[in-house]
């Protein structure tokens, strides 16, 4: 059984945790979520490993992850702040809210009371996402009481962390595992306004250096053309390097608004 997240998220891999995670490096004891999202993938290796490291570049959805671990105070504040499933203003005002003055616990309700439950966020960093006509209910609930239980007895394995994936770096790194699930170049993810042109290249050398240094690293991406037409070249120039790779079975049809004639594929990239 696999432990799903506290909230949706705009590329979680949960559906696809029974074909990555068999694939991880467990002969290291370091495991390091670069680009957590959802933390659906690090969550369901709190006892895999020795110690884990959690990073996102947006510091609030590591603060929801982190306040959950440490005590129920942000839940509490995340079911106070949600607004009513049929009350569009309550959700506008607490959007507004949110980007003058953003917390944690306003961006979760925010995420539980949006379209489709997908967070998505402008150049600026603002969420912008539209109202959902949906709220916290007792299917988040269910979800909070598990991911609660299963990941607190290991709250002192973990280290969150908030910065742009770049800047994450280690003084040894032959213990490492590193999962790497960033934007998808080129997808019409929501997230993906916070990934700019230049980080393709930074994450190519990233994964390079790791290599070089020892550590491990798992990449997830798009093989193949998207609907736009256009492919994700780190991953084309991944796979002429020549490092291993496996095709994951997945079927995006059901969720793309349009139908994608290219069958572009999700597979995951690795150095070991």
């Known amino acids: 059984m696999y432990i799903n997240g506290v909230m949706n998220y705009t590329g979680s891999k949960f559906k696809l945790l029974e074909q990555i995670l068999p694939e991880m490096d467990y002969n290291k004891s ?10 659906v ?3 369901n290796l709190v006892d895999k490993y020795d110690k884990l490291l959690i990073n996102d570049i947006v510091s609030d959805i590591i603060g929801i992850h982190k306040g959950i ?4 105070d942000i839940i509490k504040e995340m079911i106070k702040l949600s607004p009513n499933k049929e009350n569009k203003d309550e959700y506008l005002n607490l959007r507004k809210s949110y980007n003058i003055e953003p917390t944690p616990a306003k961006l979760w309700a925010l995420m539980l009371s949006c ?11 603002e969420f912008n996402q539209t109202w959902g006509k949906r709220s916290y209910n007792n299917n988040t609930k269910k979800k909070i009481e598990e991911f609660v239980n299963h990941v607190r007895p290991h709250k002192d394995k973990l280290i969150f962390t908030s910065k742009h994936f770049n800047d994450v770096r280690f003084n040894n790194y032959k213990d490492i595992m590193v999962y790497i699930d960033s934007p998808y170049t080129g997808t019409e993810a929501g997230y993906s306004g916070l990934w700019k042109n230049e980080d393709d290249l930074l994450l190519y050398n990233y994964c390079k250096m790791l290599d070089k240094n020892g550590a491990s690293f798992m990449l997830s991406g798009i093989l193949g053309e998207h609907k736009n037409g256009k492919r994700w070249e780190l991953i084309d120039k991944l796979i002429q390097d020549n490092y291993r790779y496996k095709i994951l079975k997945c079927n995006y049809e059901k969720v793309a608004k349009i139908k ?13």
């Open 69 to 72: 671990i440490e005590s129920d």
């Open 41 to 43: 993938v690090g969550a």
């Open 30 to 39: 370091y495991f390091v979520d670069l680009f957590a999202g959802s933390f």
């Open 115 to 125: 379209t489709n439950n997908l967070s998505r966020f402008n150049k600026k960093g």
């Open 260 to 272: 994608n004639e290219k069958k572009s594929q999700e597979i995951i990239i690795m150095n070991y």
